[in-house]
């Protein structure tokens, strides 16, 4: 149902910042909550953010710490996630996703919420972004 295609990623100075964007095709992108996983070489693919439907919730990984920000514009079809003060660790691919329902899981040890990539339906092609020191 939606095509999601992410940019914006590339190298960047620990330190620095990017802006991913992430164009959905399809008609039915608002009914979508959206967010973004990474990955690694050699990792597993982890939670990075997620929004709402309507933009009006947000939730983080924890190793986020305030550094980034996703929002969508359904206008346009397209998430974003504004990164900044990268550190070396951040280098990942870096995928969108969507689906009509995402629903987080509980961290009781951090007090957060989370969310499994294989509970996610629909991906991008990911985008490389890699952080130097």
């Known amino acids: 149902q939606v095509q999601l295609v992410e940019s914006g990623g590339g190298l960047v100075q620990a330190g620095g910042s990017l802006r991913l964007s992430c164009a959905a095709s399809g008609r039915t992108f608002s009914t979508y909550a959206m967010g973004w996983f990474r990955q690694a070489p050699g990792k597993e693919r982890e939670f990075v953010a997620t929004i709402s439907r309507s933009g009006d919730n947000t939730y983080y990984a924890n190793f986020v710490e305030g550094r980034f920000t996703i929002s969508r514009d359904n206008a346009k079809n397209t998430v974003y996630l504004q990164m900044n003060n990268f550190k070396p660790e951040d280098t990942a691919v870096y995928y969108c996703?969507?689906?009509?329902?995402?629903?987080?899981?509980?961290?009781?040890?951090?007090?957060?919420?989370?969310?499994?990539?294989?509970?996610?339906?629909?991906w991008g092609q990911g985008t490389q972004v890699t952080v130097s020191s």
């Open positions: 996703a969507g689906d009509t329902t995402l629903t987080g899981e509980y961290d009781s040890s951090s007090g957060t919420f989370y969310y499994t990539p294989s509970a996610v339906g629909h």
